[in-house]
């Protein structure tokens, strides 16, 4: 069954960029989601259909999903994107990556 | 404005079977292009998916929990159930109830209820 590794964590500093990787056999070939969850709040849909915004969500999140690895990017990287963000994709079932932890310094 | 309600006790006792309602708004359950998703969240971990339901009354579920996961609807009420038998310490968690939108070759979750937390514990 599928798989799905991100790092526990990144850091970034504020105003650079930062990245997500979110790694599993053949991901490329699968569309993948991106969630944020902050502190004690509901998970957040970010991406679908691996590089999708749904409404309201900043042009600074983007996402690209190519090979074994989906990438989150958030370019322009703010205070208030500290967060949990987590990785899924659906392989016959719903899978979740691990999770990583943003960290911005 | 979307909205997904989970309900159901805070505490349940091992080897009981526990019951969560999820009441929608915004939506109808009936909707070719809808369907709920039932995920829990245990402290500190990443989500886990456990059950969906599509308009067509479609059910899939966690494959590892599949023996103990029963899914339904009443779009009527606008409520989908989930119950979980024979509960153990290891379930305690986070439930949440999440909108799917279907999509031709995919689907995805957009909206996620606050959640309602069960602890199971004697």
């Known amino acids: 069954s599928l798989e799905l590794t991100q790092p526990p964590s990144v850091s970034v500093s504020p105003g650079q960029t930062a990245t997500i990787s979110c790694s599993g056999e053949?991901?490329?070939?699968?569309?993948v989601c991106w969630f944020q969850q902050k502190a004690g709040q509901s998970p957040f849909l970010l991406i679908y259909?691996?590089?999708e915004r749904p409404s309201g969500i900043p042009e600074r999140f983007s996402g690209s999903n190519s090979g074994n690895t989906a990438t989150l990017t958030i370019s322009g990287t703010q205070a208030m994107d500290e967060a949990d963000y987590f990785c899924?994709?659906?392989?016959?079932?719903?899978?979740f990556g691990g999770g990583t932890k943003l960290t911005v310094l | 404005q979307v909205t997904l309600n989970e309900s159901g006790p805070v505490l349940v006792k091992p080897t009981e079977t526990l019951t969560l309602t999820c009441t929608v708004s915004?939506?109808?359950?009936?909707?070719?292009?809808?369907?709920v998703s039932w995920i829990r969240q245990s402290p500190g971990k990443a989500p886990e998916w456990l059950a969906n339901?599509?308009?067509?009354?479609?059910?899939a579920y966690n494959t590892s929990l599949r023996t103990r996961l029963t899914i339904s609807r009443d779009a009527s009420k606008s409520q989908v159930v989930l119950t979980m038998t024979t509960m153990d310490p290891v379930d305690t968690a986070t439930y949440y109830c999440?909108?799917?939108?279907?999509?031709?070759?995919?689907?995805?979750?957009?909206?996620w209820g606050k959640g309602t937390p069960v602890t199971v514990s004697s």
């Open positions: 999440v909108r799917i939108q279907v999509m031709i070759l995919d689907f995805y979750m957009d909206v």
């Open positions: 339901i599509f308009s067509n009354d479609e059910k």
């Open positions: 259909q691996d590089k």
């Open positions: 915004g939506f109808s359950l009936s909707d070719t292009r809808m369907g």
């Open positions: 053949r991901l490329g070939t699968k569309y």
């Open positions: 899924q994709a659906w392989d016959g079932s719903v899978v």
